[in-house]
């Protein structure tokens, strides 16, 4: 109790944790460790270091500030609202270490399935979202650039929100139509198209 009769309350640790929801950044951080310990031997040195290894994808819930989730319809990712007849598509992601960790770089694929996003011109030049047939698992063990299946990823717009930019496409972002049931695509920011996602791990 203080001086003026009031009761001061101070949050725990675990408390203070439980209240503060991660921002992106903070939520992948450890998808981008820096190299841990190995235990001396006769043929390992004082010092020697390894790679941090994800065993599985995490799984995210994404979806956009207009409260559309992702669906996939006819093999098409697209953003609906909840009252759709199908089931939400939860998203796999797993980070690309082959490129500079500082911007975030990860795949991202739908749960359960061999694909993965990808960005990809079409006959017409123009820039397109496509899921392709790939592994995410395989993509993230290769330990090459593939940037067409790569989003440098962030904390955007917000502590609880962020956004995905195509590796291969600098400048051109994951986004989400301003009506329901459409196609997620490719889109610069600051136009009519959502580039701005929540998340909540799975």
Sequence with gaps: MDS??????????QEEEKDHKKTWNEEIADLFPAKKPMPVSPIVKPGDSAPVKEDFPRLYRIWDVSQKYFFLVDNILVANHQDSNAPEQLMEVLPNTALDSKMMPIFMGPQGRKQCLSCEKSAEDQLQLQLKESDIKKLYEGKEKSLPFTFYSKTDGGPETCSFESAEYPGWFLSTSS??????????QGGTENTLFYFQRQ
């Design 4 to 13: 003026e009769g009031y009761t001061s309350h101070t949050l725990k640790p």
């Design 179 to 188: 009506e329901p049931n459409k196609p997620v695509g490719l889109s610069r």
